[in-house]
C-alpha cells in the first residue's frame, strides 16, 4: 500500500466521508419512483440499491479517470486543495438534503475542486475544455433528453396498455420498476461511486504516493464502493420524499418508463467518461414522466426550487472550496480549523434535520406544498360548488303561494239578518 502522510489520511477519510452523503443523497435517483408506486417498501429498497451500487463501483474506471487525471492539472495540486474541495461538496450536499432538494452531489465535488484548485493555483490549472465538454454540457442536455424519452416512453406504456387487463398490467409494470430501479442503481454505481475513486487518486498523486496518470488502485476501488453502498442503505428520505411525491404523482408504468430513460442516459455516459449528474437525469425523467400521462401535472413550484439549486450548486461549493483552501493554505492549524468547522457544520445540521424526522415510516406522506400564484388566483375566481349555490337560491328566493287542496268553488258567505 502506498505511503501516507497525516494529510492524505485526513484526505481520504474525508473524500470517503462525502462518498457516504452521496450515497444517502441520491437514494432517490433510483428508489423514490418505486417506493412512491409501492412497487417495494422502503428498507426492501435502499438495501437493493446499495447492493447494486457496490457491485457497480467495480464495472469501470472511465469517470474516475475524468475526475483525476482531466479536470485539473494533477501535478500541480497539493492534498490541502482536495481536502478544501471535500469541505465545499459535503457541506452542500448536507444543506440540500435537509431542505430536501434533489441537488447534484457530482457537481457539488465539481464545483470545490474547480474553486479550491483556482484559490491555489489560478484558472490555468483548470481545464476548461474538460470541464465545458464533460461537465457543464452534460449537465444541460442529460436531463432534456431523459426527459423527452422518458415522456416518449410514458405516452406509449399508455397508448399499448388501453386494452390490457389493469391489475394485470399493474403487475407487470411493478415488476418492471424493480427491474429498471436496480439498473438505475447499478448505473450509479458506475458513475458516482467512481468520483471519490477519482478524488482519492488525484489525492494520491499530489501527495506523491501514484505516480502521475495512475487508474485508481484496487483498495480505493472498493473503500469507494463500500462507502456510498453504506451511504445508500441510510436513505435520504426527506428527497426521496421530494422526488416520489413532491414533483408529479407517478403510476408503475410512469416509474418504469422514468427509470428505464434514466438508466439508458446513465450508463451511456458512464461508458463515455462523462461526469453526469445522475440527480439531474432521474428527476428530468420523472418530470417527463408525469407530462407523459394524460391528465398529469409536474408541481412547477417544487421544480423551480430544485431548478435554483442546480444552478447554484457549481458556484456555492466553489466559493466555499475557495474559502477553505485559503484558511488551509495558512498552515497545519488552518487544516486543523476548517476540519473542526467542517465537523462542527455537519452536526449542526443533522440537529437541526431533529426537529421534523422522515424515514421509512412516513416517506411517502404527501409533502406540504405551498399554492403558487397561479393556484391561488384560479382558486379566488373558482365559482363555488353546484351545492352551495342551491342553499344561497333557497334562502333567497320566497317560495310560491301553495295552490288551493280541491278546484271545488268555496262556500258562499253567510246570511246577514
Known sequence: ?????????????????FDFTNGFHDTANAMATTISTGALKPKIAVTMSAVLNLVGAFLSVEVANTISKGLVDETGIRPEVIFAALVGAILWNLLTWLVGLPSSSSHALMGGLVGATVASAGF???HGDVLVTKVLLPAVAAP???????????????GIGDTADGEATRKGYRAGQIASAGLVSLAHGTNDA???????????VA??????????????????????????????????????????????????????????AILASSHLGFSLSTTHVVSGSVMGAGLGRKGGVVRWST????????????????????GAEAVTDLGDWGTAAV?????????AIWKISRREVVDHTNVIAEPDEPAGVV???????????????????????????AEPASAAPAAPPAATV
Do not use: C, H
Not at 393556484?375 to 342553499?391: D, L, Q, S, Y
Open 207 to 264: 501527495g506523491g504516493s501514484l505516480a502521475p496518470g495512475s487508474n485508481p488502485p484496487t483498495w480505493v476501488v472498493l473503500s469507494a464502493g463500500l462507502a456510498i453502498a453504506l451511504g445508500t442503505y441510510i436513505g435520504g428520505w426527506r428527497i426521496i420524499r421530494t422526488m416520489g411525491k413532491g414533483l408529479t404523482d407517478l403510476e408503475p408504468r410512469q416509474g418504469f418508463a422514468a427509470q428505464s430513460s434514466a438508466a439508458t
Open 144 to 158: 432534456i433528453v431523459a426527459g423527452l424519452a422518458s415522456m416518449l416512453a410514458t405516452r406509449f406504456s399508455y
Open 375 to 401: 393556484t391561488t388566483a384560479i382558486a379566488a375566481v373558482t365559482p363555488p360548488p353546484a351545492g352551495t349555490v342551491t342553499e344561497d337560491l333557497t334562502a333567497t328566493i320566497p317560495a310560491p303561494a
Open 1 to 17: 500500500m502506498e505511503s501516507f502522510s497525516l494529510i492524505l489520511a485526513i484526505v481520504v477519510v474525508t473524500a470517503l466521508a
Open 194 to 204: 467512481q468520483k471519490t475513486m477519482g478524488i482519492i487518486t488525484l489525492a494520491l
Open 124 to 126: 490555468g490549472a483548470v
Open 339 to 347: 476540519a473542526v468547522f467542517l465537523v462542527a457544520s455537519s452536526a
Open 303 to 322: 421544480a423551480t426550487r430544485m431548478f435554483a439549486a442546480w444552478a447554484l450548486t457549481l458556484p456555492a461549493a466553489a466559493l466555499v472550496g475557495a
